[in-house]
């Protein structure tokens, strides 16, 4: 008897060990894994988030040090004696461009990851509630999100922070933060259209399968069908639209600070520090130095990321081939 | 077909609609008007003066009617229906009256602004986005073709860095090395200063057959060789950025197609692979091509923000900034607005077409 009993349960122990039950995400970092772009894509970023997260002990000065001496140096140029050398130069202010790039890193991927989440968050929102309740609610819903999506963007992200800034109400409840709390508001007013919609039509596919009816049987009410059943089911197209809608949302806060619209000056941002590379003696090759640097790592970020969504495309729906 | 285009233009009438209100109604919010400036140059200006230039430009008035009126008098009563001013506004810009633009060009009908402007941005638009297409659809037509080619491979990284690279980096680093560094180029602008005038004004007068501008006669040739100098840098940062996108969409769209049946149809009854290729494939790819094509039409008219403001090139998008910086609203308001119709209307060509060219597609 016990004899039996032992090679039975050695048996089972064989068994369990050839077939390691492997959960969804690991299949998709499996994939993930041979997508040679989209590894290199997570080394980069990985590597530039690290750079900003330790920006303070890696830096080698601090970032409002000034060397008025030395404005608009080029690379590698000398720095104050027993300090090292500028290795991306200076700017306007003789401030180590390195420095101020790495500093800079936290203000840009920050705002990035914190407009991207909300956004995500209200998109996804928004396109269930709409494709699991139908009918009239879906309709507004819907149509407010082809509103939105029919504005002139840019524009409109211009006017909106260079409008917020002017109520004193605000300047006086954020100080200094108040251009990076208005990008954040503005880019997660114009960033949630496109998962909503991506939401609704994956619910929408959704909720006739059986599993929801399975569901529905059993007494789950609609807030618990939506956010245990149909959100966890839409999160593959979710997160690929999260990973694209990083990229954009970095180019785009660039974009606003790069044209003054965006976070403030005594805060650093990649975009804001193209912005005053601009103003660099239009000699030789002096506006190249001051420019390569800070839009190299936007550059830098945005192909890794779409490297990456390309991937996980790839990974996470094999159907979804483009 | 005809019922649907019905329900859609009712459709696209209230969206406008609805943009028209909350484009005015952002901007109207934000504290501070038009005379701003003014108060602060000449501090000895009373309330009284700048009241009554509010009330010139309707600014006393309240923004929906049904609220409170400003005092007339003593009496104080609810604004009759006229009296909104976003109505009064959405009626002037109705019969194509945007106003005066406030600060920008002071008195200067917002119209003829546009219209002025609006030369720029389309010899711009027009040079980039055309050059786009050209090189990026025959790209990615071979592209698909010879997929997973070492030509293909090299097209795709090419346009995954064209989308990654933000044209305000591409611009000032094509400014610093080929017009500072290399001096082969303007820096911005529109014209070398001995020019006797610009290249708009120089097709200007070759469509209006010498009247336009006649001290311009004989020289457009000169005049436009110099303009097209001039374009080359900010157009070139336009079309490896939209290109780039293109490629993108035109290599999918003709993977989408050669996996179809009757391609598989058309090789089986013997034609050559350049007709397949061709007659079968790429006419059936350009289908979703022609509707993104539509799309775009705004840009051609709402410019390139960016690119025009590091090139400094007198366009729209320029104008765009310029007018939000100062506050000058009615220059902002014709621009948006003129832009949102395009924007909805382009939206319900590229559904027209749609349908004319893909017979399988029936709205009903």
Aim: charged share 15%.
């Amino acid at each position: 008897m016990t004899d039996t009993n032992s090679v039975i349960a050695s048996l089972e122990d064989e068994a369990q060990k050839q077939e390691k039950p492997v959960s969804q995400w690991m299949l998709v970092w499996r994939r993930m894994r041979r997508h040679k772009l989209a590894m290199f894509g997570m080394g980069v970023l990985l590597f530039l988030v690290l750079l900003s997260l330790f920006a303070a002990t890696i830096a080698p000065y601090t970032y409002d040090e000034q060397d008025l001496t030395k404005v608009f140096g080029s690379w590698f140029v000398a720095g104050l004696p027993d300090k090292p050398v500028h290795v991306f130069g200076t700017d306007s202010l003789g401030r180590d461009t390195l420095t101020r790039i790495l500093y800079a890193g936290r203000i840009s991927l920050g705002v990035a990851l914190v407009v991207t989440l909300l956004s995500i968050a209200i998109g996804t929102v928004v396109g269930a509630v709409s494709g699991a309740f139908g009918g009239w609610v879906d309709g507004i819903l819907m149509r407010f999100t082809d509103l939105m999506l029919t504005l002139p963007q840019l524009p409109l992200l211009l006017i909106l922070s260079s409008s917020l800034r002017q109520f004193v109400g605000l300047q006086n409840l954020l100080g200094s933060s108040l251009s990076v709390v208005i990008i954040v508001f503005v880019l997660v007013i114009f960033g949630w259209m496109g998962v909503a919609r991506l939401v609704r039509g994956s619910v929408l596919s959704l909720r006739s399968m059986d599993f929801i009816e399975a569901a529905r049987a059993l007494g789950a009410g609609r807030s618990r069908i939506i956010f245990r059943h149909l959100i966890p089911n839409s999160l593959a197209p979710i997160i690929v639209a999260a990973t694209l809608g990083f990229g954009v949302v970095i180019i785009t806060e660039s974009a606003l600070s790069f044209l003054g619209f965006g976070v403030m000056p005594p805060v650093p941002t990649w975009g804001n520090m193209l912005n005053e590379a601009r103003s660099a003696p239009q000699v030789g090759y002096t506006l190249f130095t001051q420019t390569l640097a800070p839009g190299l790592c936007i550059f830098l970020t945005v192909l890794s990321v779409n490297f990456i969504g390309d991937g996980l495309r790839d990974a996470l729906d094999p159907r979804l081939k483009m | 077909m005809t019922n649907f285009l019905i329900r859609r233009l009712i459709q696209s009438v209230i969206l406008l609609f609805f943009i028209s209100a909350l484009i005015y109604i952002i901007l109207n919010l934000v504290p501070g008007g038009p005379f701003d400036m003014l108060r602060q140059a000449n501090p000895r200006i009373t309330q009284t003066q700048i009241d009554r230039l509010n009330a010139m430009l309707d600014l006393d008035k309240p923004i929906l009617p049904g609220e409170y009126c400003p005092k007339i008098g003593k009496i104080q009563e609810p604004c009759r229906l006229d009296q909104g001013r976003y109505l009064r506004w959405l009626g002037r810009v109705a019969t194509g009256d945007f106003g005066k633009s406030w600060t920008v060009s002071t008195g200067v009908k917002v119209t003829k602004i546009i219209g002025y402007r609006f030369g720029y941005t389309f010899v711009l638009m027009f040079i980039s986005e055309l050059l786009a297409l050209l090189i990026a659809v025959p790209i990615g037509i071979y592209s698909a073709v010879h997929q997973y080619s070492k030509v293909d491979f090299s097209v795709t990284a090419f346009a995954f860095f064209g989308q990654s690279m933000p044209t305000f980096w591409t611009g000032l680093l094509v400014m610093s090395l080929f017009a500072v560094a290399l001096g082969w180029f303007p820096t911005g602008g529109v014209k070398s200063s001995g020019m006797p005038g610009d290249i708009v004004e120089a097709f200007g007068n070759l469509f209006s057959l010498g009247t336009a501008y006649p001290k311009l006669s004989g020289k457009e040739f000169k005049v436009i060789m110099d303009g097209l100098w001039h374009v080359a840098l900010p157009a070139a940062v336009l079309v490896y950025f939209t290109m780039a996108g293109w490629v993108r969409f035109t290599r999918a769209a003709m993977l989408e197609v050669l996996r179809q049946d009757y391609m598989r149809t058309a090789r089986a009854k013997g034609l050559a692979e350049r007709l397949v290729i061709n007659k079968h494939g790429l006419r059936n790819a350009l289908i979703p091509l022609i509707t993104l094509e539509a799309l775009n039409i705004p840009n051609l008219f709402g410019g390139a923000i960016i690119t025009e403001t590091i090139f400094s090139w007198p366009g729209m998008g320029r104008q765009l900034i310029d007018a939000i910086t100062s506050v000058d609203w009615p220059i902002v308001q014709g621009i948006l607005v003129i832009t949102a119709v395009l924007i909805v209307f382009s939206n319900l060509l590229a559904d027209i077409l749609y349908a004319i060219i893909d017979p399988r597609i029936k709205y009903s």
